[in-house]
């Protein structure tokens, strides 16, 4: 497996769990909802570009900011740090 495979399995693992955080019914879900739409086009390209992932995550906190309900803020603030633990994960040796 190689560093880029091993990201994009832990970015798809990170989706995952936000797509149940999100199934609660708030202000902002549809922004929310787009931007996993974006992840998800972006998880089903056959190469994996860093720049592009990277820009996904700020625009995810450009969404999170969005959202009035402080506790679904805060729950996808740790999505937000997750996804960038994802980005740093390395093969394992």
Not at 6 to 29: E, N, P, T, W, Y
Request: aromatic share 8%; hydrophobic share 45%.
């Amino acid at each position: 497996m190689t560093d880029a495979e091993v990201k994009r399995k832990a970015v798809k693992l990170v989706i995952s769990h936000m797509k149940k955080k999100i199934s609660q019914d708030f202000v902002g879900v549809e922004l929310v909802k787009e931007w996993i739409e974006e992840m998800d086009k972006l998880l089903a390209k056959p190469e994996f570009e860093i720049a592009e992932y990277i820009h996904m995550r700020r625009n995810l906190n450009d969404v999170i900011e969005r959202i009035l309900d402080e506790n679904m803020r805060f729950k996808l603030r740790d999505s937000w740090y997750s996804f960038g633990r994802a980005l740093d994960k390395k093969v394992k040796l």
